[in-house]
């Protein structure tokens, strides 16, 4: 539960960061009438109190990983009917009463990577299919969770050794996940845009190297494989909040995927181009080079532990390579010099270097970032 000074703290940290708030409904037994119906009483006083603070909701789900509806709170017995039912009530009143929210939905979690139908902790999953079948069509945004795993506090699911963090098919996990629930989108809300509203390296507050630079790894294929398949945002669990968080949840020092996330948004455009196949040890993505007319930049990821690869530069550019002497340390370097916070945490000054046309060769477990400020893109 949260209280209002902490909801308040909340719509505090959106406005001082600049950043919009997407949340889902309490549905617990709390929030429904005498005949186990869900009404929106308790969202009003929600929406109402953070119009109030001048805070904006951008997106809300009804229910947070409706395919797992017990462990979100949901009445006993709770089945997809039960959700059609109140989604039914959630839609109506959201456009009349917050036109400017974007309904999400269905968030569903725990299906197309092995977990489609299974038992997790005792609960059925809801078939997203049935959920979306007795909901009807009516979300503007179609919004999906991915964990490519469970980690080790989740004991009856087997997790990722962290040997495999590099492998090609653990990388690919988030294709498969996004695959099946394209197929869902189609079928049932076809044509609505694609989010993922949370993600990870595994669930249950992450494996304890979802905190080391190996999982940066994940993290930025994860970004580069979904946006060059129309999913237009990606939230990540979590900011500062166990293994997998961004930020060491006691100091609040940047961790390595916090960085490989901020060099993304400052370099990585929102247009996706054509940076043909990747193959093992050469995962290359392209997109608009951020704030530079015709500019563009690639992402390229050597994921082997061993090999060398390499590719031919037409163009000069600037080169930010992340690495680390130990895959498994907390901390990471940029272009070699460990990036850490200033005084006053400040930020430091993230430069490349310049790099001419030509062969240019990435080292093993590398993950680099090539700006071309003159490479001609209309895009």
């Not at 209002?4 to 959106?14: E, H, I, M, P, Y």
């Not at 889902?24 to 005949?35: E, I, K, L, V």
């Not at 001048?54 to 039960?82: H, I, S, V």
């Not at 600037?318 to 002497?325: A, D, E, N």
């Amino acid at each position: 539960m949260l209280s209002r000074a902490q909801w308040k703290g909340l719509v505090d940290f959106s406005k001082a960061v600049n950043a919009d708030i997407v949340s889902s409904c309490a549905t617990s037994p709390g929030t429904r009438d005498a005949q186990g119906v869900w009404t929106p009483a308790q969202l009003a006083r929600v929406l109402a109190y953070t119009k109030q603070l001048g805070g904006r909701m951008a997106g809300l789900e009804f229910m947070n990983e409706p395919t797992f509806a017990k462990m979100g709170g949901a009445p006993e017995g709770y089945d997809a009917a039960a959700y059609g039912r109140d989604f039914k009530v959630f839609r109506p009143f959201m456009k009349k009463n917050a036109p400017g929210t974007l309904v999400l939905g269905p968030g569903s979690v725990g299906e197309g990577e092995g977990g489609q139908g299974v038992a997790y902790g005792g609960m059925e999953v809801l078939p997203t299919p049935a959920l979306l079948q007795a909901a009807g069509p009516g979300v503007d945004v179609f919004t999906y969770h991915h964990y490519g795993a469970a980690s080790q506090r989740c004991g009856d699911m087997a997790p990722v050794k962290q040997d495999s963090a590099l492998s090609e098919e653990w990388l690919a996990r988030t294709d498969n996940t996004l695959a099946f629930y394209r197929r869902m989108r189609d079928q049932y809300e076809p044509g609505k845009p694609f989010w993922n509203t949370e993600t990870a390296d595994a669930a249950c507050g992450g494996n304890p190297w979802g905190a080391q630079f190996l999982d940066t790894f994940r993290y930025l294929d994860q970004m580069g494989r979904l946006a060059k398949q129309g999913v237009k945002v990606i939230f990540h669990n979590t900011l500062a909040t166990s293994d997998y968080g961004l930020l060491d949840g006691e100091t609040l020092a940047p961790r390595p995927n916090y960085w490989g996330g901020l060099l993304w948004h400052q370099l990585m455009g929102t247009t996706v181009l054509d940076a043909g196949a990747s193959r093992p040890g050469l995962h290359i993505y392209a997109h608009n080079m951020k704030g530079h007319a015709g500019g563009v930049t690639l992402l390229i990821i050597n994921n082997s532990r061993t090999a060398t690869t390499s590719l031919e530069l037409p163009k000069a550019a600037q080169r930010y390579t992340l690495s680390s002497p130990k895959l498994e340390s907390s901390t990471v370097q940029l272009n070699g010099q460990e990036l850490k916070l200033g005084a006053d945490d400040a930020l430091p000054t993230m430069t490349g270097e310049a790099v001419a046309a030509g062969k240019i060769t990435f080292a093993p477990t590398t993950i680099t970032f090539l700006t071309i400020a003159d490479a001609g893109n209309k895009n």
